[in-house]
């Protein structure tokens, strides 16, 4: 049982190039997230999906889109990256929403050049 | 904007001793949580207390809430090195909570052997 399996672990990415976070589980969970944690600032939610087909904005999607298609994966793609984009990304899921504890992957950590 | 914010931002003590950190949290909540973040790793779900509950204990974890106060702290009793890590408070919404927990920004507890 892998659990939430982020891919790639480590990219680097120059200005204005494009690229797409791959999280997949297999949980068979209803609730996906991708935050973003920088230094200092703990964790801010970008997206979220509360099921195959849905996405929503969280508290920073600015320069961020993503897709879920498939209820268990749940992309993350950044069109034109930015050097402010450099963070680590954590894709995290949950079966409830109310009462659910986060399972998360381990991470992606993207520098912008 | 951060909902949870913990307290101390770090910690050092020595192996054996307990180890007790703070969150506060502004507005009402439906249940929080904690989670522990090792270096370069994923966060791992520590421990979830309900809003009408006053306190829960697992293993060495002891967690305690008032909602009154709007705070909650975590002890770790006989800490162990393994135990070096950072750890984030983490709340949901009233109502439900399908855009995901807000975390705090950690503290970074270190155990000295």
Known sequence: ?113 | SQQGEEDPQALSIQEGENATMNCSYKTSINNLQWYRQNSGRGLVHLILIRSNEREKHSGRLRVTLDTSKKSSSLLITASRAADTASYFCATDAPGGGADGLTFGKGTHLIIQP
């Open chain 1, 1 to 113: 049982n892998a659990g939430v399996t982020q891919t790639p672990k480590f990219r680097v990415l120059k200005t204005g190039q494009s690229m797409t976070l791959l999280c997949a589980q297999d949980m068979n969970h209803e609730y996906m997230y991708w935050y973003r944690q920088d230094p200092g600032m703990g964790l801010r939610l970008i997206h979220y999906s509360v099921g195959e087909g849905t996405t929503a904005k969280g508290e920073v999607p600015d320069g961020y889109n993503v897709s879920r298609l498939k209820k268990q994966n749940f992309l993350l793609g950044l069109e034109s990256a930015a050097p402010s984009q450099t963070s680590v990304y954590f894709c995290a899921s949950r079966l409830e929403s109310y009462t659910g504890e986060l399972f998360f992957g381990e991470g992606s950590r993207l520098t912008v050049l």
